[in-house]
C-alpha cells in the first residue's frame, strides 16, 4: 500500500471550510483514497473514498488530482465537533491481503470558535 | 442502528489474569479484525477474520488469541495478560470485496494490566 504524507496539524474556523491535503505520489493504478477520523480516543470513523474522479456524500468531499498523487478532503462547514485527526490511507479496495488498513499520523484538525 | 459493540469498555486486570474481550457486529459483515492504538505507534492489526471459522495473525498477535464461532462475534482473549498488553482496543467489521477498505469501528476498549 502506498504511502501517505499529511501535515501534522492545522485550524479552521467554525463554519468555514477545512481543507486537509494529503500527498500519495507512489500510488498504484488500483489503489483507492479513503479519509478516516478519530475524535480524541474515540473509534475511527470512516468518511468517504475515491479511486480517481471527485466524490461528496453527506459528511465530506473528496478531490482527487488527475494525476493521483495527492487529493484533499473538504468539510463544508466545519463545526467543532469536527474537531479531529484524520487519516489520509491509500489501499486496494478489495480483500485478499489482510484488509488492514494502515494508519499514519495523521493531521489533528482544531475548529475554532 | 447499524453498529459495532465492545465489551467492557474499560478494563483494569492483573498480570497472569485469562480475559476476554468481546466485539459484536449487527451489519452481517463478513470481514472483521481487532486493532491496538498506542501513542506514538498509531493502530496496528492483531488479528483479523475473512469470515466464520476463518482467521489469521496480523501485525502483532503475540499474547491475543481470537475466535470466529459465528458471523456477528469476533472476541479477543488474553491467555495470560501482561503490563505491555495495557493498551486502547479496537474491533472493526467491513463487507468483504470491494468495500473492504470500508470499515466501522466499535467505540473502544481501554484495557489497564498491572
Known amino acids: 500500500d502506498a504511502k501517505t504524507t499529511q501535515p501534522p496539524s492545522m485550524d479552521c474556523a467554525e463554519g468555514r471550510a477545512a481543507n486537509l491535503p494529503c500527498n500519495h505520489s507512489?500510488?498504484?493504478?488500483?489503489?483507492?483514497v479513503y479519509w478516516y477520523r478519530q475524535i480524541h480516543s474515540q473509534g475511527p470513523q470512516y468518511i468517504i473514498h475515491?479511486?480517481?474522479n471527485n466524490e461528496t456524500n453527506e459528511m465530506a468531499s473528496l478531490i482527487i488530482t488527475e494525476d493521483r498523487k495527492s487529493s484533499t478532503l473538504i468539510l463544508p462547514h466545519a463545526t467543532l465537533r469536527d474537531t479531529a485527526v484524520y487519516y489520509c490511507?491509500?489501499?486496494?479496495?478489495?480483500?485478499?491481503?489482510?484488509?488492514?488498513?494502515?494508519f499514519g499520523q495523521g493531521t489533528t484538525l482544531q475548529v475554532k470558535p | 442502528e447499524a453498529q459495532v459493540t465492545q465489551n467492557p469498555r474499560y478494563l483494569i486486570t492483573v498480570t497472569g489474569k485469562k480475559l476476554t474481550v468481546t466485539c459484536s457486529q449487527n451489519?452481517?459483515?463478513?470481514?472483521m479484525s481487532w486493532y491496538r492504538q498506542d501513542p506514538g505507534l498509531g493502530l496496528r492489526q492483531i488479528y483479523y477474520s475473512m469470515n466464520v471459522e476463518v482467521t489469521d495473525k496480523g501485525d502483532v498477535p503475540e499474547g491475543y488469541k481470537v475466535s470466529r464461532k459465528e458471523k456477528r462475534n469476533f472476541p479477543l482473549i488474553l491467555e495470560s495478560p501482561s503490563p505491555n498488553q495495557t493498551s486502547l482496543y479496537f474491533c472493526?467489521?467491513?463487507?468483504?470485496?470491494?468495500?473492504?477498505?470500508?470499515?466501522?469501528f466499535g467505540p473502544g476498549t481501554r484495557l489497564l494490566v498491572l
Open positions: 472493526a467489521s467491513s463487507p468483504r470485496g470491494r468495500e473492504v477498505g470500508t470499515q466501522y
Open positions: 451489519m452481517n459483515h463478513e470481514y
Open positions: 507512489t500510488i498504484s493504478g488500483n489503489e483507492y
Open positions: 490511507i491509500v489501499r486496494v479496495a478489495r480483500s485478499g491481503n489482510t484488509g488492514k488498513l494502515i
Open positions: 475515491g479511486l480517481k
